[in-house]
């Protein structure tokens, strides 16, 4: 077992449930599950729209190519396309706000106010990480840091995982103790080979042994790599019909890392990070149960949207996550065949999979439809409920595709609103089953 390993498994494992940092978790808890690795489990009768777990970034970073950024007060509001601040990772939508402040000593930070700035400049943009991220923007071309948008990302991803390291060892140890290490490949992939010589050499040195007692080596790279690559939650660019939507920020949450995945899952998370400003931990993000969930249920959440066809979602499974697949939708859509789908060929692979997806849908909806007459297919354990999740659960905004969970409920009376965790759209139970649903 390597040195890394070792630590983990003293930091983790506990009487067979995992310590985890932060407030204790009331309404559910963290079980082993055997071949599914820890787990999150209802430890009581959960309502829909129940919150079940509310959980803050130990580290967030940046998805956004390494660039320099424009001044502050820059008046043309296109430069400020899709900025975030470097903090809080809210839009920053009016360039002219003469709060708006840059890094003193880099142009690779932009914050929403000097109080953000004054935050970060004390955790997350440390003078090592503003070094350091000058240095990788401005890498020699030979590296080809420039042209590889993925390992920019990586190398940011790395830079505040290092920072941690410094600035919160606890913080550290607890990204250390999440899935994901080097040791299943004999050969460190080639990612982090890459990464770590461009670190070692062009960064400023980090101290060889910190105070957590981890040193800067290849074998830790490797699985830093892997830790952020199972357990990331991307936090979203604000939503629209017209435009594909990538990823603002990742984020590290220490509690949340535990959902295991589910392709119709009984849960979903919300994040809110352009709310109002003056909403501290607007990077936290909610999980809330979509329908009632029994005491000793798992908890998942769906790893990516609900739409994706049983081929793609198998594949990125197995290839994000090292999973195969095999929850209750997946075994049914395993017998349905692909190629007899695909249709003509003069099609993009987009077009394909776009009619793939249509089609996938319209033979749920089908189903649906002859489902809803009777309501409690929702807790039956056969085909039905996948059916009866799309036109529930599942948001028919344009292009949107996101997942639908009841707001809170107050008391005991569960909430007729539903909200959409991709568009935030508000929809209500009769206009969803009437098939006109309504959006506010
Ligand atoms: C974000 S972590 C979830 C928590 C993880 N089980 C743990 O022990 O820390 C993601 C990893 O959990 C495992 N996992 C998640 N969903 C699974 C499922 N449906 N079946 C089997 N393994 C799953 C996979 O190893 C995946 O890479």
Same mark, same amino acid.
């Given at each position: 077992?390597?040195?890394?390993?070792?630590?983990?498994?003293?930091?983790?494992? /506990?009487?067979?449930?995992?310590?985890?940092?932060?407030?204790?978790?009331?309404?559910?808890?963290?079980? #082993?599950?055997?071949?599914?690795?820890?787990?999150?489990?209802?430890?009581?009768?959960?309502?829909?729209?129940?919150?079940? !777990?509310?959980?803050?970034?130990?580290?967030?970073?940046?998805?956004?190519?390494?660039? !320099?950024?424009?001044?502050? $007060?820059?008046?043309?509001?296109?430069?400020? /396309?899709?900025?975030?601040?470097?903090?809080?990772?809210? !839009?920053?939508?009016?360039?002219?706000?003469?709060?708006?402040v840059s890094c003193s000593s880099c142009s690779s930070a932009l914050f929403c106010g000097s109080n953000c700035r004054s935050v970060a400049l004390s955790s997350s943009h440390t003078p090592w990480v503003c070094q350091a991220?000058?240095?990788?923007?401005?890498?020699?071309?030979?590296?080809?840091?420039? /042209? $590889?948008?993925?390992?920019?990302?990586?190398?940011?991803?790395?830079?505040?995982?290092?920072?941690?390291?410094?600035?919160?060892?606890?913080?550290? @140890?607890?990204?250390?103790?999440?899935?994901?290490?080097?040791?299943?490949?004999?050969?460190? #992939?080639?990612?982090?080979? *890459?990464?770590?010589?461009?670190?070692? =050499?062009?960064?400023?040195?980090?101290?060889?042994?910190?105070?957590?007692?981890?040193? +800067? =080596?290849?074998?830790?790279?490797?699985?830093?790599?892997?830790?952020?690559?199972?357990?990331?939650?991307?936090?979203?660019?604000?939503?629209?019909?017209?435009?594909?939507?990538?990823?603002?920020?990742?984020?590290? %949450?220490?509690?949340?890392?535990?959902?295991?995945?589910?392709?119709?899952?009984?849960?979903?998370?919300?994040?809110?990070?352009?709310?109002?400003?003056?909403? @501290? $931990?607007?990077?936290?993000?909610?999980?809330?149960?979509? $329908?009632?969930?029994?005491?000793?249920?798992?908890?998942?959440?769906? %790893?990516?949207?609900?739409?994706?066809? %049983?081929?793609?979602?198998?594949?990125?499974?197995?290839?994000?996550?090292? *999973?195969?697949? @095999?929850?209750?939708?997946?075994?049914?859509?395993?017998?349905?065949?692909?190629?007899?789908?695909?249709?003509?060929?003069?099609?993009?692979?987009?077009?394909?999979?776009?009619?793939?997806?249509?089609?996938?849908?319209? #033979?749920?909806?089908?189903?649906?439809?002859?489902?809803?007459?009777?309501?409690?297919?929702?807790?039956?354990?056969?085909?039905?409920? /996948?059916?009866? +999740? *799309?036109?529930?659960?599942?948001?028919?905004?344009?292009?949107?595709?996101?997942?639908?969970?009841?707001?809170?409920?107050?008391?005991?009376?569960?909430?007729?609103?539903? #909200?959409?965790?991709?568009?935030?759209?508000?929809? %209500?139970?009769?206009?969803?089953?009437?098939?006109?649903a309504l959006h506010q």
């Amino acid at each position: 077992m390597s040195t890394v390993m070792a630590r983990e498994d003293r930091l983790l494992r /506990h009487g067979g449930e995992a310590k985890i940092r932060g407030a204790p978790l009331l309404v559910v808890r963290i079980a #082993e599950i055997e071949g599914r690795g820890r787990a999150v489990v209802a430890s009581e009768p959960l309502r829909a729209g129940q919150i079940v !777990i509310r959980d803050s970034p130990i580290l967030l970073y940046s998805a956004l190519p390494l660039t !320099i950024l424009p001044p502050p $007060h820059q008046p043309q509001q296109q430069h400020y /396309h899709n900025l975030y601040c470097s903090n809080c990772f809210r !839009i920053l939508q009016k360039p002219s706000i003469p709060t708006l402040v840059s890094c003193s000593s880099c142009s690779s930070a932009l914050f929403c106010g000097s109080n953000c700035r004054s935050v970060a400049l004390s955790s997350s943009h440390t003078p090592w990480v503003c070094q350091a991220l000058t240095r990788l923007r401005d890498c020699p071309s030979p590296l080809q840091l420039h /042209h $590889h948008r993925d390992r920019q990302v990586q190398a940011r991803f790395l830079v505040a995982a290092y920072n941690l390291a410094l600035v919160s060892p606890s913080d550290f @140890q607890t990204l250390l103790s999440l899935q994901g290490d080097c040791s299943s490949t004999a050969q460190p #992939e080639e990612a982090a080979l *890459f990464l770590h010589f461009l670190i070692s =050499s062009l960064c400023p040195p980090l101290p060889s042994q910190n105070s957590t007692g981890f040193g +800067f =080596s290849l074998e830790l790279t490797a699985s830093l790599l892997a830790k952020d690559k199972l357990n990331a939650f991307g936090l979203m660019e604000p939503f629209s019909e017209d435009t594909q939507r990538s990823v603002r920020a990742y984020g590290i %949450y220490p509690k949340a890392c535990f959902f295991n995945h589910d392709c119709l899952p009984n849960a979903c998370r919300f994040d809110y990070v352009d709310a109002d400003s003056a909403t @501290q $931990h607007n990077t936290d993000i909610i999980v809330r149960v979509i $329908h009632d969930v029994p005491q000793g249920r798992e908890i998942c959440l769906s %790893y990516f949207p609900v739409n994706l066809k %049983y081929s793609d979602r198998q594949r990125r499974l197995r290839d994000d996550y090292g *999973f195969t697949c @095999q929850c209750d939708r997946c075994k049914v859509e395993a017998n349905w065949s692909d190629e007899e789908d695909l249709g003509d060929d003069s099609n993009s692979d987009e077009e394909k999979d776009e009619e793939l997806m249509d089609e996938d849908l319209d #033979e749920h909806m089908d189903m649906a439809d002859s489902a809803t007459e009777d309501c409690s297919v929702v807790n039956r354990d056969d085909d039905f409920p /996948h059916a009866y +999740f *799309f036109l529930r659960y599942m948001c028919n905004g344009n292009n949107c595709w996101g997942t639908l969970a009841p707001l809170p409920p107050s008391g005991v009376t569960p909430s007729s609103a539903m #909200e959409c965790n991709v568009c935030g759209n508000l929809k %209500y139970y009769k206009e969803l089953m009437d098939g006109d649903a309504l959006h506010q």
